[in-house]
C-alpha cells in the first residue's frame, strides 16, 4: 500500500470515528437525564476518544475530541456549554496524555476515570470563572462520584472494544 493512500485510509478511518463519537454524543444529549442531579452525563462519545488514543496517536485523538465537541455543541443546539466542554475535555485530554504511558491497555479504565475526574475539575474552573461565583466548587463533590462512575464505564467499554478489535487481529492503520 503506498504511502499516500495509508494517509487516505487514516484519515478516512479518523472522520468515521470522529462521526461515530458526534452521534453517539447528539443522541446522549436528547435522551432524558439519568438522574435530576444537573450536568450529570455517561459521556459516552469518550468511548471513541480513548479508543483512538490506543489505534492512532495522541494528536489524532485531540482533533476527534475537538471536533466532536465544537460540532456537537452546534449539532444540539448547546452552544453555551461549549466553554465548558472544551475546558473539561481539554483538561481531560492533557492528563491522560500525559499519563497514558503509564497505563497498558488492561488499565484503560482506570485511566479514563482519572480522565473524567479532570473533566470535572476543569469544568468546575470554567463555571467558576465564567459565573463568578466561587460557590460552585461545592458541587465538585458530586460531579467527582458521577466522573467516576461514568470514567470507569465508559473507560471499560473502550477498553473491551479494543480487546475485542486485537483478538480479531484488527491492528492500527
Known sequence: MSRRSSGTLRLTNLALLTTVALIIFVIEANL???TSIPGIKMGLAN?????????FSQKDALMVLLVRVILGALASGQIMTLP???SGGLLCFCVCA?????????RLWLLSVIGAIFHNIGQIIVAVV????????WYLPV????????G??????AQSLLIHM????????
Do not use: C, N, R
Open 32 to 34: 432524558p437525564p439519568l
Open 47 to 55: 468511548i471513541v476518544t480513548l479508543s483512538v488514543f490506543y489505534l
Open 84 to 86: 465548558y466542554s472544551l
Open 98 to 106: 500525559l499519563l497514558l504511558p503509564l497505563f497498558p491497555l488492561k
Open 130 to 137: 465564567l459565573t463568578g461565583t466561587p460557590e460552585i466548587i
Open 143 to 150: 460531579l467527582l462520584i458521577s466522573g467516576t462512575i461514568s
Open 152 to 157: 470507569f464505564f465508559t473507560g471499560y467499554a
Open 166 to 173: 486485537d483478538l480479531l487481529k484488527i491492528k492500527k492503520q
